[in-house]
């Protein structure tokens, strides 16, 4: 049994907007959505800039009315989740099964941060309801629940190319026949945790990040969610929807070099995008546009750019561009959000700049598109998303 | 489905690095909590190497090394871990420091360690092997889904996959899980004892030179309703498979010695189960989410051997089929069914 893959719907909350429409208005207008922490609560406040959403807990538990108690994570997972069900129209009462594959790096820590405070100071103390979310695990739980998704419900965890791989899980399944509907994608909120984490391995720029720039100096962080309503062909017609893609290649690689560096010559990448252009059935040259992982270290955008150069040698290389320059770097929901800007791509004919690109790397004959493109032919879209522990994933979309 | 586990490594509370021990003797613990017995790391990995890893990592590469090295095989084809809660020892000794120096003149190690897929990626960085490696982090569904995974890839015929199960006992998540009530006060209560454990599995769609058993099901069940939605569950298992609940030669049940906590368990012993062989697998590895991955490799060691141990009294042997139930306060309900090859 192989069957195609079809994504039907779509919902994302980043720091460029709270829903489809407006992550798209930003990408357009050039508008980043870096800037001053303002909800995340750290010392490091006024030195490093972070690509948050703006709103507070509170507020985006207004949206969908979940408690503003549970992880900011979950939060976000919910807003984003219910905005791609609502978009393919997408009901409880369809009879087809429906399975929720969610990404995310550090479940409730939010909140568990909170109950350290206490904790590590007095083992007796701080309120347990602030770790009963603590598992990765827990933040899915807790949105399958809200949207009663019962059939399979998992969770992928592979630090920044989480998503990518929570959605090829569920393109997988439904390939399989083994369900109809895949609800898949990730989040991931800002935690002191996660800031003071990159921050002790000092690739975070104090200034805003400039992806594939000969002068970079590190990545922004970020938080968000995004989710794509993958569907079948028979969901399809339940549904009664066109699509507005389809996923038709992935591959996921080990860089298996350094725990926390690419290698030099961008192995994992080089065999991630190779494997997925297979399992796609497409030549380099098929390829319309690349989402970079481009998170403006020197390490990845070095490692990345060499094994596209690999991979694309001989051929025209294609217009490429990093978001992460507008979006952060939304870790384990970066891989999800880039796939969500990818169809947005292909439906709309549209390349989006590399935001603060001012002069390109000079090792690679390429350098990406810093310039908004209307009216293109976008057939197939090649996604990245790298990470910590030599993880590499790449998708493909292409045009339905 | 029909996947051969070719070969096994499994770190436990029990003697599982050693066949004739675990066969003659039953480790038993008066705390409440049940560490794994933990080998001589070199054995497995560069003395550099070790030093810097954390103990899950240290069980996770140590029992896939074991896994691998008993099919004599570098590279798998894909690579799996399961994990509910990652490498707690890295990332509350981040969140320590992070709070105590308030976010000042902290060091990236615990940090770079503290992320859920180090297991599955220390164990590609040491056999160097680029393929596929995916973590899956859904509390006690993770290993059951990791093996729904396995399934899928190895009909993209990708070569064997390795998979595993992975968590560990920290002073922290066993002061806090006690503060749940989840454990015994003393050892003369019954009740409930916090385990840990790695094991690790080759599966393949071919048996290899001397396969353990075959992986027949896998299902999860996602917070049942009623205890007679988890009956129909076992039963559509059993009828997918083609099999009679009485070809069910033992069951691996979940009980965690204390009534309240088992009720779920007794109800199907008095049901379903009733004329089954049965045995509580935790009190052998204790509880966490992914003990699943000790009850296969134990139900996979029994329909290998095809003789109990010595202090598995009155059991009825050969062995052909075993059924693996797990469950996490009847929110998650999963079964394995497994056979002798």
């Known amino acids: 049994m192989s069957q195609p893959v079809f994504i039907a719907g779509m919902g994302i909350i980043t720091s460029i907007?709270?829903?489809?429409?407006?992550?798209?208005?930003?990408?357009?207008?050039?508008?980043?959505?870096?800037?001053?922490?303002?909800?995340?609560?750290?010392?490091?406040?006024?030195?490093?800039?972070?690509?948050?959403?703006?709103?507070?807990?509170?507020?985006?538990a207004l949206i969908t009315g979940l408690s503003p108690k549970i992880p900011r994570t979950a939060l976000l997972c919910g807003i984003a989740a219910q905005e791609a069900l609502k978009d393919a129209g997408w009901n409880e009462r369809l009879t087809a099964r429906t399975g929720f594959i969610s990404a995310n790096t550090v479940g409730g820590m939010d909140k568990t941060e909170k109950f350290f405070n206490f904790f590590s100071k007095d083992p007796a103390s701080g309120k347990l309801a602030d770790v009963v979310?603590?598992?990765?695990?827990?933040?899915?739980?807790?949105?399958?629940?809200?949207?009663?998704?019962?059939?399979?419900?998992?969770?992928?965890?592979?630090?920044?190319?989480?998503?990518?791989?929570?959605?090829?899980?569920?393109a997988r399944m439904i390939r399989e026949g083994l369900l109809d509907f895949a609800l898949v994608g990730g989040a991931d909120a800002l935690t002191r945790f996660t800031l003071n984490g990159f921050n002790t391995l000092m690739i975070l720029d104090k200034d805003l990040c400039k992806p594939f720039d000969e002068n970079r100096r590190g990545l922004n962080l970020g938080e968000g969610a995004a989710y794509l309503l993958l569907s079948s062909e028979n969901g399809l017609q339940q549904l009664q929807k066109s699509p507005y893609a389809r996923i038709s290649g992935w591959a996921n690689a080990n860089d298996a070099f350094h725990q926390t560096a690419s290698s030099p010559g961008g192995t994992g990448s080089y065999l991630a995008m190779k494997g997925a252009l297979e399992t796609a059935a497409i030549l380099p040259g098929d390829i319309d546009y690349i989402n970079l992982h481009g998170t403006?270290?020197?390490?990845?955008?070095?490692?990345?750019?060499?094994?596209?150069?690999?991979?694309?040698?001989?051929?025209?290389?294609?217009?490429?561009s990093s978001t992460?320059?507008?979006?952060?770097?939304?870790?384990?929901?970066?891989?999800?959000?880039?796939?969500?800007?990818?169809?947005?791509?292909?439906?709309?004919?549209?390349?989006?700049?590399n935001l603060r690109l001012q002069t390109p790397m000079k090792e690679f004959p390429f350098h990406p598109d810093t310039e908004l493109r209307r009216n293109q032919t976008i057939r197939h879209v090649l996604s990245n998303s790298f990470g910590f522990g030599g993880n590499c994933s790449s998708l493909i979309f292409s045009a339905a | 489905m029909k996947i051969y586990i070719r070969s096994t490594g499994n770190i436990s509370p029990q003697h599982s690095l050693d066949k004739t021990s675990f066969f003659l003797s039953r480790v038993k613990t008066t705390h409440n909590y049940f560490k794994s017995l933990e080998p001589d790391y070199d054995d497995f990995v560069d003395s550099k190497m070790i030093r810097r890893m954390s103990r899950v990592v240290k069980m996770g590469v140590a029992a896939a090394i074991t896994c691998l090295r008993q099919a004599k095989m570098d590279c798998p084809g894909s690579i799996l871990t399961a994990t509910a809660y990652g490498c707690l020892e890295d990332s509350d000794a981040f969140l320590r420091k992070m709070i105590e120096f308030d976010e000042k003149m902290l060091s990236p190690t615990a940090f770079i360690q503290s992320t859920h897929n180090t297991v599955g990626a220390q164990i590609a960085l040491l056999l160097k092997c680029h393929h596929y490696n995916n973590t899956i982090v859904h509390s006690s569904f993770s290993f059951e889904n990791a093996l729904t995974e396995a399934s899928l890839l190895l009909k993209d015929s990708l070569g064997p996959v390795l998979v595993g199960a992975v968590d560990e006992i920290t002073e922290d998540r066993h002061t806090i899980l006690s503060r749940f009530g989840l454990y015994r006060k003393t050892a003369?209560?019954?009740?409930?004892?916090?385990?840990?454990?790695?094991?690790?599995f080759l599966l393949d769609n071919e048996p290899g030179d001397s396969p353990q058993a075959i992986l027949r099901d896998v299902q999860t069940l996602h917070k049942p309703e009623t205890p007679e939605a988890i009956q129909d569950a076992i039963r559509e298992i059993l009828q997918t498979n083609g099999l009679q609940i009485d070809q069910i030669d033992l069951v691996l049940t979940a009980h965690r010695n204390r009534k309240k906590l088992d009720e779920a368990d007794d109800e199907l012993l008095k049901t379903v189960f009733q004329n089954n062989h049965c045995y509580p697998y935790k009190s052998l590895c204790g509880d966490y989410p992914t003990a699943t991955g000790f009850a296969l490799w134990f139900a996979a060691l029994l329909l290998k051997e095809q003789k109990p141990p010595q202090w598995m009294e009155g059991y009825r042997f050969p062995l052909k089929n075993i059924l693996i139930h797990h469950h996490n306060g009847n929110d998650h309900h999963s079964f394995i069914l497994i056979s002798a090859c």
Not at chain 1, 301 to 311: F, L, N, S, Y
Not at chain 1, 330 to 335: H, I
């Open chain 1, 133 to 170: 979310f603590h598992e990765c695990g827990a933040v899915t739980e807790l949105i399958a629940d809200y949207l009663n998704i019962r059939h399979f419900v998992s969770t992928v965890s592979t630090a920044c190319s989480s998503s990518a791989n929570a959605i090829f899980t569920g």
């Open chain 1, 324 to 353: 992460k320059a507008y979006t952060g770097h939304t870790l384990g929901a970066s891989g999800a959000v880039e796939a969500v800007y990818s169809v947005l791509a292909i439906q709309h004919g549209i390349i989006f700049p």
């Open chain 1, 17 to 60: 907007g709270n829903n489809l429409q407006t992550n798209l208005q930003s990408l357009e207008m050039g508008q980043t959505g870096i800037g001053k922490m303002n909800w995340l609560s750290s010392i490091h406040r006024d030195e490093l800039p972070v690509g948050e959403v703006k709103y507070s807990n509170e507020a985006l």
């Open chain 1, 296 to 320: 403006g270290t020197q390490n990845n955008d070095i490692a990345e750019g060499t094994a596209i150069q690999k991979v694309f040698e001989g051929d025209t290389y294609p217009k490429m």
């Open chain 2, 188 to 200: 003369k209560n019954e009740g409930n004892i916090a385990g840990e454990g790695a094991a690790f």
